[in-house]
């Protein structure tokens, strides 16, 4: 009768030990998501996944934009259990490089080792220096690609000539958006779309003044090429 | 003489539920052994989420049985042939009403400890963990934003519950008892019973949203807004303390209905 009560305690222990062991996909998810207030004092910080961001003031949002942000971090108080972050906590965008936290007001968290590089950034008058292609993956995470110097100048070419003014947009094949933004990521403007038709290759942009509508940018040769490079990433 | 037949009581309970919660418990074993598979696979989504809801609906199950027990065996035991038995022995009515509520009492508390047991072993581990750690975080919380008032309501809250418990089963007591005064069809008059409470509920708590509505048109509404919004507090002190009066003022008359048809109308097969 000891025997039996002494084996079944062993294995009641290596139950609870191994019960403990095991961890939990949707709780390492909403770990993922989770991001605290170091400081709730000027200057304001924000600590997420061994990163610290520090707040920075950018006014000039209306005019140069802000970068894209997928909107799956939660921010709260340090004291607020994981569970309950979703709940309690602020949503707020974060990049796809992780650079930048934002919930749209005029506040942008930047990572530590960008900011620097930001506040200077924010002085210039034209921050916009490289071509970013971006495009969502299986998994529905925002990937990008940043464009070569010569890469840029085959965009630039196309975009130098003269293009085609179309509204019909339905035989589109295949196409990727392609941004011009700051070398850190925090501005960008001028999205364009790198699109695939029948006809060839084309970069797209509409005209918001007011003539309006799509215009497309033929590609030949070389550019083609470099476009459905780029499409097919 | 009460805490002898609550013993009993508690016997018959336990010969009963012993072997549900013990299924209870081997589900939610179950279901914490099934994620030590957790992958991406849409088979083990099947799979785990059918062991979640069986163990909600194992948990419903021993919560309804506990309930349901107690209702059926103070009927068998003091209105079917065993009552003849029940009567005999050297107790008052009384007695026997609050041993059977007392008896159901603990095994509801039972109840629910063994399904918060079940949770708890079906979340064993980091879960679990995180979820005490919300628990606590909410209580704090909740002591943090009414102060001195959160001991009170903590306090009213849970003799709130424990005079639900007994309302319940003193009116389900009481339809019964009724429902024995009848010659044939018993249980169908204890339903008939019931369904009479019920639309004596239903018409006062239309007369008192019809008399809420006229008041509303007299500006008392706004009153009782202003009230509240400069008293919250202790608004809710009097809801409470309110409600808890009524529920056991109601109590008693089921009560007292149980008691008086047992000892002078009393009606056995």
Redesign the interface.
């Known amino acids: 009768m000891k025997k039996m009560f002494r084996q079944l305690a062993v294995i009641l222990a290596l ?2 030990i ?8 949707a ?1 390492d998810e909403m770990r993922e998501a989770h991001a605290v207030y170091t400081s709730m004092d000027p200057p304001f910080a924000i600590a997420y996944k061994d990163a610290t961001y520090k707040a920075l003031q950018c006014p000039q949002i209306a005019d140069k934009g802000i970068m894209w942000a997928e909107w799956r971090v939660f921010v709260t108080k340090p ?6 972050s979703q709940q309690v906590g602020t949503r707020f965008g974060i990049d796809s490089e992780e650079k930048f936290l934002t919930n749209y007001g005029e506040i942008v968290y930047v990572r530590e080792d960008v900011y620097d590089a930001a506040v200077a950034e924010l002085k210039l008058e034209d921050p916009f220096t490289e071509f970013q292609l971006r495009w969502i993956d299986e998994d529905h995470r925002s990937q990008s690609y940043t464009l070569t110097e010569e890469e840029e100048d085959i965009i630039r070419g196309i975009l130098a000539e003269e293009p085609l003014r179309d509204d019909d947009s339905y035989y589109i094949e295949d196409s990727k958006t392609l941004i011009f933004r700051s070398e850190t990521g925090l501005f960008y403007q001028e999205e364009h779309t790198i699109v695939k038709k029948a006809e060839g290759y084309f970069i797209q942009t509409y005209d918001y003044n007011e003539k309006g509508g799509n215009y497309f940018f033929p590609a030949k040769g070389e550019a083609a090429d470099l476009l459905a490079e780029l499409i097919a990433k | 003489m009460v805490k002898k037949l609550l013993k009993y009581e508690l016997y018959a309970y336990t010969r009963t539920l012993l072997p549900v919660y013990a299924i209870l418990l081997g589900i939610s074993v179950l279901c914490r052994f099934v994620q030590f598979f957790e992958n991406d696979h849409v088979s083990y989504g099947i799979l785990f989420w059918s062991s979640v809801i069986a163990l909600i609906i194992t948990v419903i199950a021993c919560i309804g049985m506990t309930v349901g027990y107690g209702i059926v065996r103070f009927y068998k035991n003091l209105f079917s042939l065993e009552g003849y038995l029940s009567f005999t022995l050297p107790v008052t009515p009384t007695a026997h009403l609050i041993a059977k509520t007392l008896g159901q009492f603990i095994f509801c508390a039972a109840a629910v400890a063994v399904s918060l047991v079940s949770v708890a072993i079906a979340t064993a581990g980091e879960v679990l963990v995180e979820l005490f750690r919300a628990g606590f975080w909410l209580i704090g919380e909740f002591f943090e934003n009414c102060g001195g008032h959160a001991a009170f309501y903590t306090l009213v809250a849970l003799l709130l519950l424990v005079i639900i418990v007994g309302y319940f089963y003193l009116m389900c007591c009481a339809c019964i008892s009724v429902g024995q005064t009848a010659k044939k069809n018993r249980i169908l008059k204890a339903f008939g019973a019931y369904f009479v409470w019920y639309l004596i509920t239903q018409a006062v708590g239309t007369v008192g949203i019809i008399v809420f509505a006229i008041f509303g048109e007299i500006g008392l509404l706004e009153a009782i807004a202003r009230v509240i919004e400069n008293y919250p507090f202790e608004f809710v002190h009097v809801l409470m303390v309110g409600a808890f009066i009524i529920a056991a003022a109601i109590s008693a008359m089921f009560f007292f209905i149980s008691h008086r048809i047992m000892s002078r109308r009393l009606n056995l097969e």
């Open positions: 139950l609870v191994a019960f403990c062991l095991v961890g939990c996909d709780l004291d607020v259990p994981v569970l309950l």
